[in-house]
């Protein structure tokens, strides 16, 4: 199965985080937000390619 992370906006809510980095490079904690949402989907026994969408 695949899995499809929309990873696309202009994230305008949280300038002025957003003026030189894409939301989803966004640093929560030690990771971004990309990195943890990768994380969730790699963990899934049934995922087998994941396509991220920007």
């Known amino acids: 199965m695949k899995a499809i992370i929309l990873a696309a906006g202009f994230a305008t809510r949280l300038y002025p985080l957003t003026e030189n980095q894409a939301k989803p490079l966004l640093p929560i904690g030690n990771k971004s ?7 969730k989907v790699e963990a899934l026994p049934v995922i087998d390619h994941i396509i991220i969408v920007t």
């Open 33 to 39: 937000i990309l990195e943890h949402i990768l994380h």
